[in-house]
């Protein structure tokens, strides 16, 4: 079988001090898996959306030094979810079925050390995603403990059947078939609900998730309920790094209070679009 390529795709915005070791560090794990002969080329997509600190400048040198990397600028600030859809527009483009897709941040949360294990769960032909589960540690301050463990595992358990404590998982490791099969939905869910909602489907990860998961799955969902596909590991996960404590950055009281709100407007959002699919 042909060796795949790997698109690593980022939204990125204002991570003007981590970027560069983050890009450096990932150029490397990916050029050791390609010259190790276990994927066959790669390519690093950052999708910068109207930074304002001095990213746009530091990735504009990264471009130069880095020819695996592919930098999309916005002029403006338009928020993760058109970023990441940028991004994953961009994979699809470039991509072909066989490649696989890798989805992380920017800020350093997510290390790249972890990418040869997200690569190899997708060697099961049953996994179409992987998501690298970050350690809970409550050094890196309660809310943010507690919105991971009861609220993102209540989410996850819902959804695909297993208590996975992740709130908002944004590192995963997709076939980039799928990413290309779920674009238009995905589109087209992000749009319905920002009208609905007036805001962003911050939740966007777990969407595609969740069409992952869905996919093969033959049972039909009931009133309010949500199906997932319990036949087939579509979705597995992993445990990944831990935060390193120079990249943790501490979410604020009232930033907590949206992601609690986005919860529930997604599960109630997501339960609607699944008796329509």
Request: hydrophobic letters at 40%.
């Amino acid at each position: 079988m042909m060796l795949p390529s790997v698109f690593v795709y980022m939204p990125t915005y204002n991570v003007s001090r981590q970027i560069s070791p983050l890009i450096t560090d990932l150029d490397s794990v990916l050029s050791t898996l390609k010259s190790s002969k276990q994927i066959s080329g790669y390519k690093i997509i950052c999708v910068n959306d109207g930074s304002t600190d001095g990213t746009t400048e530091k990735l504009n040198s990264l471009s130069k030094k880095f020819s695996s990397l592919d930098v999309i600028h916005f002029p403006k600030n338009q928020g993760v979810v058109k970023a990441t859809i940028a991004g994953m527009e961009r994979v699809a483009k470039l991509s072909k079925p066989n490649d696989i897709a890798i989805r992380m941040d920017s800020d350093y949360e997510h290390n790249p050390e972890d990418i040869p294990r997200l690569i190899s769960s997708l060697k099961s032909p049953s996994v179409q995603l992987c998501f690298a589960q970050t350690p809970l540690e409550i050094g890196h301050g309660l809310r943010f403990y507690l919105l991971n463990l009861f609220i993102g595992g209540y989410e996850n358990k819902r959804l695909f059947g297993k208590w996975v404590p992740q709130f908002c998982p944004g590192f995963f490791a997709a076939r980039t078939s799928l990413i290309k099969s779920i674009l238009a939905e995905l589109k087209s869910a992000t749009e319905a609900y920002a009208r609905l909602y007036s805001s962003q489907m911050i939740h966007l990860d777990v969407y595609i998730a969740y069409l992952a998961s869905k996919n093969g799955n033959k049972r039909l969902a009931k009133p309010n309920e949500v199906p997932f596909s319990t036949e087939k590991a579509q979705v597995a996960f992993i445990k990944a790094s831990p935060i390193k404590d120079e990249w943790v950055i501490k979410k604020p009281f009232s930033k907590t209070r949206r992601y609690i709100d986005a919860h529930s407007n997604f599960m109630a959002f997501i339960t609607r679009r699944a008796v329509k699919l």
